[in-house]
């Protein structure tokens, strides 16, 4: 009786294993569920309680041994069963007809042969063994012939099967080999790795530099239990070894047979019948690379019929039979020469990397946003460091991050700027916010950006003054601030290059019409920070006059909805410097000084109205707040978290998981220009 009980929970563990690891394979590798999570926490809680009343029969491929392991001291040595390959490669098409070429003299075979096209991953090659269908040691590539071993680490990764075939009902079909040892590469996709950092940053930890990195940090460390909380995935493209059982003989087919066994096999890869097709296809996916979820430097060409492969041989470590066919560097290493600081129209101040030329993907790349002070800060980048930049699509060039290790010494830690380095006033910086700003509203460098701003259709709306107008006339130093514009004389006009009487004429009329423009409008002009349109609109229902408005206090501005802490501040601060005083008396002066209007105050309408706008990342031109100004100035809401009402998400450098969650519920994602666009 208790030896039949025995033997029926026994029995039933084994059940329990297989049932979950098909159930797990299904979950992490298919994408396609067939059972709840809730039952699958039911069967996992049988095993579990079984494995607790008998620990001596607990499987390798149980999956309660996914992160059981306790740390090691060191990595084992694994001696590989066949030397692990590398790959030559090939910078451009005609780079992969050489190569065509070279094979084919050497075999005329090649002429006819088929080739299989796949993505080169950058991540992390492994080497996984399998004895008797059970995932037993895992190793990493090391020099080729011997790796290290990886073996509790792999085992967290939950799309690497502990057994296979992981269906059951494959087995019937599939054979597999005794010992079959396959190779694929371990990486981080993308979006994981940038809310990976993004929890490291917070946490106050290294961030990584690429997906490369984390992966192989996360797997070359000693204790699994920091891998499993790493979403590292991978992909398998090779049978390095099979004893005791056949396995096809085209790689096309080994792809097959691998993704019967359960491996989570690409789905881009192709087989094609010539080489020209095969390079076609791909320098489409190099123009598409950033629609592959996971970080990829190439693609390998590969001859289909792997024994004519092999019979073509080595070249030291690179097997003739494939090629990888890199994709242009969108990352390259250069020298930080320095550091400059440029001021924007609300006086953000930001830093700009001055780097040591260097060629990315065609275009030669001086400059780099470096984001913020604090970025350079979190990221410890030094003038004269070594700097990892990124050029990839249509983003500025940024500094992702120092090489550390090709430090010298003589680098120079960086501090940012006391004072404004183009009008030597103080710079200040606000709670909340990661930006340094100039406030004086008199510095040359925010002015021709301050008065574009104040003649813009959005603010006084003055037609005919266009910004190369405006850059003339502060070069005649004709302008020194938004008030100098009220008391130009066509005498002075006449004195700038394409003006004659008819156009001087015109500007001093649209300038004499801009003095009945609306107390909103003029207030939005100003260009105080935060306070655009809707922001302006509620200021004027609340106190009426530019008089009241100045001598606003911080506390009376809170009162309003919508005003708070920061733009209260921003405002009090403007009215505050004597600079800006200065202006508004020459306004004043100049009868530019509306009151406010029966019809004003209200809520502006604008292109936006009814629509809400989630920001994410950071905008190449804009500061958050500049953005969200922008918005509700065109009747726009802005609010923080993507939701399906969410209209548009706008996308910046270095999203989070806005995007993501944007992207999964199908929300429009637009780019700075393209929200500018929305309003012409
Ligand atoms: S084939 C004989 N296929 O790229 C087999 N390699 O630069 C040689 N890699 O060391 C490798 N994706 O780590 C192959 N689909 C793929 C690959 C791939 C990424 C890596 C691999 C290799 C390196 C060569």
């Known amino acids: 009786m208790f030896y039949n009980h025995r033997m029926d929970a026994k029995t039933r563990y084994a059940e329990l294993v297989r049932e979950l690891n098909y159930h797990f394979n299904r979950y992490h590798v298919l994408d396609a569920p067939v ?35 306790r740390p090691a001291d060191r990595f084992d040595k694994v001696r590989h069963p066949a030397p692990i390959l590398s790959l030559a490669n090939a910078f451009g098409a005609d780079d992969a007809r050489a190569w065509f070429e070279r094979v084919r003299k050497l075999d005329d075979r090649v002429e006819k042969a088929k080739f299989i096209v796949e993505p080169k991953i950058d991540g992390l090659s492994v080497i996984l063994h399998y004895r008797d269908g059970v995932f037993v040691q895992g190793a990493t590539r090391g020099d080729g012939e011997v790796g290290e071993d990886i073996t509790s680490n792999l085992r967290t990764v939950k799309t690497i099967p502990l057994r296979i075939p992981v269906s ?15 190779r694929g590469e371990a990486f981080i996709p993308i979006n994981d790795f940038e809310e990976l950092n993004k929890k490291l940053e917070e946490a106050g930890e290294k961030t990584y530099m690429n997906p490369r990195n984390s992966a192989a940090g996360s797997l070359r460390q000693l204790d699994p239990k920091l891998t499993a909380s790493r979403p590292i995935t991978l992909l398998v493209y090779q049978i390095v070894h099979a004893e005791g059982g056949q396995v096809p003989t085209l790689q096309s087919e080994i792809l097959q047979y691998l993704r019967a066994l359960g491996f989570p096999v690409t789905d881009v890869a192709k087989r094609f019948d010539d080489i020209e097709s095969a390079i076609a296809y791909t320098e489409r996916w190099d123009k598409k690379r950033d629609d592959l979820p996971y970080e990829a430097d190439g693609m390998v060409i590969k001859i289909d019929d792997l024994n004519l492969a092999a019979e073509l041989g080595f070249v030291g470590k690179d097997p003739r039979g494939a090629i990888a066919f890199k994709f242009p560097a969108r990352e390259v290493t250069t020298t930080l020469l320095g550091i400059d600081v440029e001021v924007g129209r609300t006086g953000v101040l930001t830093p700009k990397a001055v780097l040591d030329a260097v060629e990315i993907n065609g275009v030669i790349v001086k400059n780099a946003t470096l984001h913020n002070f604090d970025y350079i800060a979190e990221k410890d980048i030094r003038v004269g460091d070594r700097v990892l930049v990124k050029r990839a699509g249509e983003v500025i060039p940024y500094v992702i991050g120092p090489v550390v290790d090709a430090r010298t010494g003589k680098e120079k830690s960086y501090q940012p700027p006391s004072a404004c380095p183009a009008c030597g006033q ?9 930006a340094w700003y100039c406030v004086n509203a008199a510095c040359p460098a925010q002015l021709v950006r301050n008065v574009e701003h104040f003649v813009s259709r959005g603010a006084m709306d003055i037609v005919g003054l266009g910004i190369k107008i405006v850059e003339q006339l502060i070069e005649a130093g004709l302008v020194n601030d938004v008030a100098d514009l009220f008391t130009l004389t066509k005498e002075q006009l006449l004195t700038l290059e394409g003006f004659a009487d008819k156009k001087a004429e015109n500007l001093l009329g649209s300038l004499e019409q801009a003095k009945r423009q609306s107390l909103n409008r003029l207030i939005a002009a100003l260009g105080i920070r935060g306070v655009g349109e809707v922001s302006a609109a509620d200021l004027v229902s609340h106190f009426g006059s530019l008089d009241a408005l100045s001598t606003a206090s911080a506390n009376d501005l809170q009162q309003i909805e919508g005003i708070g802490p920061n733009i209260a501040e921003g405002i009090v601060d403007w009215f505050g410097r004597p600079a800006n005083q200065k202006v508004l008396k020459k306004l004043k002066t100049a009868g530019v000084w509306p009151m406010m209007q029966k019809a004003e105050g209200r809520r502006q309408e604008g292109v936006f109205s009814g629509l809400t706008f989630v920001i994410t990342g950071t905008l190449p031109n804009w500061s958050r707040e500049e953005a969200k100004a922008f918005i509700e100035s065109n009747g726009g809401k802005v609010t923080d978290s993507v939701s399906k009402k969410t209209s548009y998400l706008v996308l910046g450098e270095n999203p989070g998981s806005k995007f993501e969650k944007a992207r999964s519920l199908g929300v429009k994602v637009i780019d700075e220009a393209e929200l500018h666009r929305l309003t012409m």
């Not at 059951?168 to 396959?182: A, E, G, M, T, Y």
């Not at 103080?426 to 990661?434: A, C, K, L, R």
């Open 35 to 69: 059972i709840s999570d809730a039952e699958y926490d039911k069967l996992y809680i049988e095993l579990k309680r079984i494995e607790a009343e008998h620990p001596d029969w607990i499987a390798t491929d149980s999956p309660s041994q996914r992160a059981g392991a």
């Open 168 to 182: 059951s009902d494959q087995s019937s079909v599939i054979k597999v080999p005794n010992h079959l040892v396959v």
């Open 426 to 434: 103080p710079v200040e910086h606000f709670e909340g916010e990661v």
